[in-house]
């Protein structure tokens, strides 16, 4: 982390000490001041976004607007590949589309894509974390340099996962000082009568990344699900604002797919949003995790728990906001 320069550092420890902060944890002390909703962290947390395929869902589009609509700073986007979405050369091709449209749209501080391919993490013979292989991807120095940029102790950088954990888990592997600058956000897994389990969407399809997360990270699973479709249904298609954007909306509805249990979007809304995560409650992961496992540790309720889990959202308040902030573009892109 780059050092602070000896006023600033004053200002940070003088606003620690004000609200009480003594320290940044596993468990505690994410912010400056209360977080704004159930969440340790929120709208005023920069975000770097990790995903595959741009088309399956909204994630990318909630990200930019929010960003340019007083929600996160979107610091960064690494495109890496999934089972379902295996080629490297689609995603990118996917993704520099949608960050062409929205900066011709006047959107202000799109960042650059990283390109991330990369093989899911292999537990070694021996169950120790720090004997795994690291990949070295792209999106795990991404992850490791915007920490150490823009990270506070007050207000760590969010990873915000739409995929697997595989380039988080590998900055873990290449710097675990990285854990202590960041927060994980993760759309992904299934909740049950005790918690929930890493599995699908997202959380099969790199188990050992998965341990590797839950272990070292502060971890947010956002197992809660609404239909996307409702996003942006047909009948509102006309009221998309007249600009490159819009259009790439408009041209990208039909595409979307059509699945009640998963949408990796809540991700970027549970940080976004303060009323969007209306259950939440703490979790402790497994401490072990078989070798031809095919899902995550499950997450069994604690209230000393060292993760968070959101059982559920209200998908009202998203389509509600996406629409909020395209009102906002202008009708045309500006000179």
């Not at 000082?177 to 009568?193: F, I, M, N, P, W």
């Not at 007249?242 to 979007?265: E, F, R, T, Y």
């Not at 959202?313 to 395209?326: F, P, S, V, Y």
Request: charged share 20%; net charge negative.
């Amino acid at each position: 982390m780059k050092a602070l320069s000896s006023s600033r550092a004053s200002d940070v420890v003088a606003l620690a000490l004000a609200l009480g902060i003594t320290g940044c944890s596993q468990t505690r002390n994410l912010g400056s001041s209360s977080p704004h909703g159930l969440l340790p962290v929120d709208e005023r947390n920069p975000i770097v976004l990790l995903n595959d395929g741009v088309y399956d869902n909204w994630q990318g589009e909630y990200a930019l607007l929010l960003a340019n609509s007083g929600g996160s700073r979107l610091a960064g986007i690494a495109v890496g590949t999934s089972p379902n979405l295996p080629e490297i050369k689609t995603n990118m091709e996917g993704w520099s589309l949608l960050v062409e449209k929205a900066r011709a749209s006047g959107l202000s501080d799109v960042p650059e894509l990283t390109e991330s391919p990369s093989a899911k993490l292999v537990q070694p013979s021996n169950g120790e974390i720090g004997a795994t292989t690291p990949n070295g991807s792209g999106g795990a120095h991404l992850i490791v340099e915007l920490s150490r940029e823009l990270s506070l102790p007050y207000r760590p950088l969010v990873v915000v996962t739409g995929g697997r954990l595989t380039d988080v888990a590998d900055a873990y592997l290449l710097d675990p000082t990285v854990a202590e600058r960041t927060v994980v956000v993760s759309s992904l897994g299934t909740t049950t009568d005790t918690g929930a389990v890493m599995m699908a969407p997202n959380g099969e399809m790199d188990p050992w990344a998965d341990f590797i997360v839950t272990q070292h990270f502060r971890f947010v699973q956002v197992s809660a699900f609404y239909d996307q479709l409702m996003d942006v249904p047909a009948s509102r298609l006309s009221e998309l604002p007249a600009n490159p954007l819009g259009q790439w909306i408009s041209d990208k509805q039909s595409k979307v797919w059509s699945l009640q249990k998963a949408a990796d979007q809540v991700a970027v809304l549970a940080v976004n949003l303060p009323t969007f995560a209306v259950e939440v409650e703490r979790v402790s992961a497994a401490a072990t995790i078989a070798a031809d496992a095919n899902a995550g540790p499950e997450l069994q309720t604690s209230p000393d728990g060292a993760a968070w889990l959101v059982r559920k959202c209200d998908g009202t308040k998203a389509a509600e906001r996406l629409w909020q902030a395209l009102a906002e573009l202008p009708a045309s892109p500006g000179p």
